[in-house]
């Protein structure tokens, strides 16, 4: 078996040799073919004949490929890397296959265990299933093989060509550093670059001098700006070409400039600067609807509004300069122009009235056509005025009454704008609508309750009546035009007085015509209730119609939703006239003929409403609707007499309940105590409601964490910036701390965009009420904000600090009320950016390195190895650019994806590219290649070193944006160390329950383990087990390992309204915590500690053997959503895998437990190494300062306790 697995993996391993063969060829035969063409080159250009290249290049090329087949035969050797390509490739392998490669015989004869034979057989079954040769598609081998062929083929044409190139010329040399003439001899040709030119304020310039001919020895850039003197910056000389470069980093006036070289001089080029337009501040004034009551409002500093529906909108704009066109841009192209008003040149304005929620973006235009290259992002939220909110409380049902009964209702209403009346309407059916006005005008977003009571007995309501009621609100509607609010309509049924259920004399068996007077009357009682039902329904489907238009014309649906009322109200017809021919009755047949003439009076005005499409149609067709229910109630008896007799006619009886006597059935049914229902349905349905609230509640309350924290951060280095400025001694000094206060302003205005984001989603509509509060105590911390920012604008650090402090304080307060009043489809797209952007961020740490060891000490002699590595750089270079292009594009697509679900992320990642970009980072790096290619390798560092700093702050972005997606990586690994120690413990206890039932079942016998490990050996008598010894029991826990926790870990309180469960134990109940008692008799003390009470009297109870598993499992699952790092996580993963493969054998083998020796090894142990992994990890990142052990392997059980007493006597000093 071992052999048919191993020749599976020779066969991958010639393939990939003769792939990596082919590769090599192509690859050498296209190097050497483009060294072939370089030199042809290089000699036509150099008056070069070359007669040597030719052979040279051709025995080189023979060798290369000699040497690449010996290569690639001896490559593919290592079975364990062609395993795991194999792996790689079928995923579901996992590592299986490596782990069947490293299997060796443990068994005498060179015979492998049966776990071993496991593996390998399952290993070479996935070989028969699956073709392992697929992890080199053979269109992937044809396309090497084709690729070599033809760099064979380029090169025999390169080199024929360099061989008939040297018959053809003489030799000739050119020696570049052969004596020159002297400079005083010479004629300097030189061309400037880029002359006369224009530049960015803030951006860099690279001057370059190319000489043709002589080239002197050095070269200088001078240049000066108006009223200041000339500033000299010696010139490089590039290593391939004649030409000398200087760069400038930072451009920020006009200058001229001139290159001096052999005591001469070029003429005077001039750089004009210029300013690309800006947007510098913008404010917003709003004046809301008439109809709202509220006074116009400005949002100082702001590029988000939110308002309600016909407010009008006026944008101010200040720009950094005057521009020609600014306009506005939606999504779909539609342009809003701004105006330039007439005091100041810079600042535009205009005026729109909101409808709906528009997104624009800032286009400016200045002289020469210069566009804003990253224009700022508007968005004009409008909440419609939505109708009120009318709910019921109680009785919220369709209920029965008395006649003198007194009907309790209560409900509430809310609106986002204030209501003007609310109240209650109801009616008997046949008589006039009573509206009651309970209230008069609200303030906007303050819930009323309604409670009222209807005297059924004032009114003279008869048995057999129907009473219909509804609450109602009114507001202003968006027209400003009142409008009124139609809650859900409900009915209550007048019923006699009194009502009597008792059970009647069972009819003899032979008396048939008794049993079928029985049975038609069920059968008509059955079909009017039925009848009842459906006549309801259109009641209920009529009030929607008539609650859904509110308008002043009816909507689109309303002619097809009329017709279906219609139709419905038709076919009830067909039913009602069966029903009339059945009844014997007079009086019932007077009933039925009132039910035709009401539904006769409703399909008239439904027709009317469908053919004229009048809404008001549908308010007598309504009456006439009610008044035919109430008909069909009357068809009831007051008597109901209920036989018990044979099946047939019980059934009879049963199904004559139903229908519209659906309640007399509920009642007939507690006569016999068989009332059952679904007591939770409501229950969970509002936990389902809470759980949306909470989840929202939640997301407020991460933003306002970390409002609060960034808020706090800014507080205090103002106060540094603070003190020091009083204690600067030069202006020099001075000027660095208000550079650091510009930078601290900025961080404000941050801080103000993410809180105008924070109130953009709490004034969502499902948000409105809930957070009505907290949105009205933000408005005045971001008056603060505003306040602080606004002072460091004018230099008074004292009263920023003031207002920054009171706002840090008011964000604290919100966010422990949403803490008290209390999750990311973005995760995984989060973690990958930030692995790309640290990826990024080392890449960059790399190339800068490389550039400094590029450097050569002066006098030294450059090597013909340094043009290759420069190359080599400057590729990193260019494939470092087109990363960051790849990382800000992913950043743009999360972020536009993200604005919704996650504004604070959404707006940090926007924010991190914009500023990407502003620092020209992308630019800074092709600079360097640049720079690099000319040889200016002081002026690639310099570039180099702005592009790193941006590529560093970019990093650090997106790790902060990550943050509010992933949370804080510190606290999440906190919570995975708590849940380890308590599924560690959970574990631990289950284990030495197990333990010490066997102790007792084998008494003083010598335990049989089957599956042990080698060498396990009883302890002697009268000691207890060395748990470190190599010879120890597998259930045996080592200190700190098997279930107990640390000193320094926190055990998780009980819940206080969590009770004991029989036959549980404490631990698996309560999440692990710790109690103190005395170890039961037969059980052995583990890890020198006490034990805990409540041990679970049987595995069973446990989470291996007992029912908990699946919530054992999921709680480990959650740990490896916990946890950042790849290697814990898939640790995390292997240890549950392996309790459920151990689970699963456990109980398709039906025995009494699993085995105990395998839970401990491949569950137990694992687990714990995990935990003090996630500890030592936890360590590394709560205190940078502590030193930990770094990298350290966890210690073998036989040595430690060998390290424990060698370290006792190192700190006795022994």
């Known amino acids: 078996m071992y052999g048919q697995l191993l020749h599976e993996l020779e066969r991958v391993a010639r393939r990939y040799r003769g792939f990596f063969a082919w590769k090599r060829f192509a690859v050498c035969g296209f190097a050497f073919a483009v060294i072939g063409l370089l030199c042809l080159g290089l000699a036509h250009a150099m008056g070069w004949g070359g007669q040597v290249v030719a052979p040279f290049l051709a025995g080189i090329a023979i060798l290369a490929l000699i040497v690449s087949v010996l ?81 064979l083929v380029l090169l025999a044409v390169v080199t024929g060509g360099l061989a008939v190139y040297a018959k053809q010329h003489k030799t000739t040399l050119y020696l570049p550093f052969s004596p020159q003439p002297t400079a005083e001899a010479l004629e300097y040709r030189v061309t400037i670059s880029p002359g006369d030119t224009e530049a960015e304020r803030g951006s860099s310039l690279v001057v370059t001098a190319r000489f043709e001919g002589s080239v002197p020895d050095n070269a200088t850039l001078v ?66 609807p008439e109809y709202t009551s509220q006074v116009p409002k400005i949002v100082e500093d702001t590029r988000r509004i939110t308002a309600v529906e016909g407010t009008e909108l006026t944008l101010l704009c200040r720009l950094n300069i005057p521009v020609e066109q600014a306009q506005l841009v939606s999504e779909e192209g539609a342009t809003v122009e701004l105006q330039a008003t007439t005091d100041d040149p810079t600042m535009y304005k205009m005026t729109q009235t909101l409808q709906e929620t528009v997104r624009y973006k800032l286009e400016l235009v200045a002289e020469a056509g210069r566009r804003n290259k990253l224009p700022p992002e508007f968005v004009f939220r409008v909440t419609p005025n939505g109708p009120p909110d009318v709910k019921v409380a109680m009785p919220a049902k369709d209920v029965r009454v008395s006649p003198i009964e007194e009907l309790e209702t209560a409900g509430s209403v809310w609106d986002d704008i204030g209501l003007n009346s609310y109240g209650i309407s109801y009616q008997l059916a046949g008589t006039e609508e009573k509206r009651i006005v309970l209230g008069g005008q609200t303030p906007n977003k303050d819930r009323q309750q309604i409670e009222h009571l209807i005297e059924l007995e004032t009114l003279e309501a008869q048995p057999d009546q129907l009473l219909s009621y509804y609450f109602w609100a009114e507001d202003f509607g968006p027209d400003g035009k009142p409008r009124r609010t139609l809650g859900d309509m409900y009915f209550a049924e007048v019923r006699h007085f009194e009502e009597i259920f008792r059970e009647g004399q069972q009819p003899p068996g032979g008396q048939q015509q008794s049993q079928q007077q029985q049975q038609q009357q069920g059968q008509n009682a059955q079909q009017a209730g039925q009848l009842a039902e459906l006549q309801k329904q259109i009641i209920n489907a009529t009030w929607t119609v008539i609650r859904r238009e509110v308008g002043s ?71 006439a609707e009610k008044a035919a229910y109430q008909a069909l109630l009357r068809l009831r008896a007051r008597e109901h007499r209920v036989t018990r007799g044979q099946p047939q006619q019980s059934k ?43 989840q929202e509640n939640l997301q407020v309350l991460n933003r306002l964490r970390d409002l609060a924290r960034r808020q706090d951060d800014l507080n205090q280095r103002l106060k540094e910036l603070q003190s020091a400025l009083e204690d600067a001694q030069t202006e020099e000094e001075r000027e660095e701390i208000r550079r650091q206060l510009k930078r601290l302003r900025d961080q404000e205005d941050e801080l103000l965009r993410d809180l105008d984001e924070l109130a953009e989603r709490m004034e969502q509509p499902e948000n409105q009420e809930s957070m009505a509060d907290a949105r009205q105590n933000l408005e005045q911390t971001r008056q603060n904000m505003r306040q602080a920012s606004e002072s460091l604008r004018e230099g008074q650090v004292s009263r920023a600090v003031a207002s920054g402090t009171r706002a840090e304080r008011e964000l604290t307060e919100m966010r422990e009320e949403f803490q008290n009043r209390t999750a990311n489809r973005f995760s995984e797209e989060m973690r990958q950016l930030r692995a790309e952007a640290r990826r990024l961020d080392q890449k960059e740490n790399e190339l800068a390195q490389q550039l400094r060891d590029l450097e050569q000490p002066d006098g030294e002699r450059r090597q013909l190895g340094d043009s290759s590595k420069r190359e080599e750089v400057s590729e990193g270079l260019r494939q470092q650019r087109e990363d960051l292009q790849r990382l800000l594009e992913g950043m743009q697509e999360t972020s536009e994806d993200a604005e919704d679900a996650e504004p604070l992320m959404a707006r940090q990642l926007y924010d991190s590219i914009r500023q990407t970009q502003q620092r020209r980072v992308d630019n800074a790096l092709d600079a360097t290649r640049r720079l690099l290619d000319a040889g200016l390798m ?117 819940p206080s309204n969590e009770k004991p469960q029989p036959n549980k134990s404490s631990t698996a109940s309560q999440g692990g915590q710790r109690r ?22 049987s595995p069973r109870d446990g989470p291996m053997a007992g029912e908990d598993f699946s919530q054992w499992s999921d709680r480990l699952r959650e740990v490896e959503e916990m946890m950042d790092s790849p290697d814990l996580r898939s640790e995390a993963t292997r240890i549950r895998d392996r309790a459920r493969g151990i689970r699963r054998d456990f109980r398709r083998g039906g025995t009494k437990g699993p085995n105990w020796d395998l839970v401990q090894e491949f569950v137990a142990e694992p687990l714990n190494e995990l935990r003090d992994r996630v500890a030592e990890e936890l360590l590394r990142r709560e205190n940078r300062e502590q030193m930990v052990p770094i990298d350290r392997d966890p210690v073998p059980g036989k040595y430690a306790d060998s390290v424990r007493r060698y370290y006792e006597r190192l700190g006795s000093g022994k």
């Open 71 to 151: 290569t690639a035969r001896a490559s593919a050797r290592d079975r364990r890397w062609v395993a795991r390509q194999v792996e790689a490739r079928h995923s579901d392998l996992r590592d299986l296959l490596s782990t069947a490669v490293e299997q060796r015989p443990a068994l005498p004869n060179a015979r492998f265990g049966y776990l071993q034979t496991v593996v390998i057989q399952d290993a070479v079954q996935h070989s028969q299933r699956h073709d392992w040769l697929d992890v080199l598609p053979p269109r992937k081998l044809r396309r090497t093989r084709w690729a070599g062929l033809l760099s």
């Open 223 to 288: 240049y000066q700006s108006v009223d200041e003197e000339a500033v000299r910056v010696p010139m490089s000389l590039s290593l391939s070409d004649p030409l000398f470069g200087g760069h400038l980093a930072d451009v920020r006036r006009d200058f001229t400039y001139r290159v001096e070289y052999a005591d001469q001089s070029t003429e005077d080029f001039r750089v004009s600067v210029y300013d690309l337009p800006e947007l510098e501040r913008a404010d917003a004034s709003l004046v809301f």
């Open 553 to 623: 014309t009816p909507t689109d649906d309303f002619t097809p939703d009329a017709q279906k009322l219609l139709d419905s109200q038709t076919e009830l017809l067909e039913p009602l006239a069966e029903l009339a021919g059945r009844l014997q009755d007079p009086q019932s047949g007077q009933h039925v003929a009132d039910v035709k003439q009401h539904m006769d009076d409703a399909i008239t005005q439904l027709t009317e409403a469908v053919q004229a499409s009048s809404i008001e149609s549908l308010h007598p067709a309504l009456t």
């Open 652 to 694: 009879t009886a049963q199904s004559s309940a139903s229908g519209s006597q659906s309640r007399a059935q509920q009642q007939l049914e507690q006569l016999q105590l068989n009332n059952e229902q679904n007591r939770y349905e409501t229950q969970q349905q509002a936990l389902s409601q809470q759980e949306m609230a909470n």
């Open 938 to 1054: 002081d002026q690639s560092r310099n570039a180099e070193a702005v592009a790193g700093q941006g590529i560093e702050e970019l990093k650090e972005g997106v790790e902060k944006a990550a943050d509010n997606v992933l949370g804080d990586e510190t606290e999440a690994l906190r919570r995975a160390h708590e849940t380890l120690t308590d599924l560690a413990e959970e574990l631990g206890d289950e284990l030495a329950t197990a333990d010490g039932r066997r102790n007792e079942d084998s008494g003083n016998r010598k335990p049989d383990r089957a599956g042990g490990r080698p060498g396990d050996a009883p302890a002697p008598d009268g000691e207890q087990p060395d748990p470190n010894e190599q010879g120890a029991k597998p259930d045996s826990r080592p200190t700190g390992r098997g279930g107990e926790r640390p000193k320094d870990s926190p055990a998780r309180p009980t």
């Open 1076 to 1097: 103190d008692g005395q170890p039961k008799d037969g059980q052995s003390s583990r890890g020198g500690g006490s034990e805990r009470s409540n041990r679970p009297e």
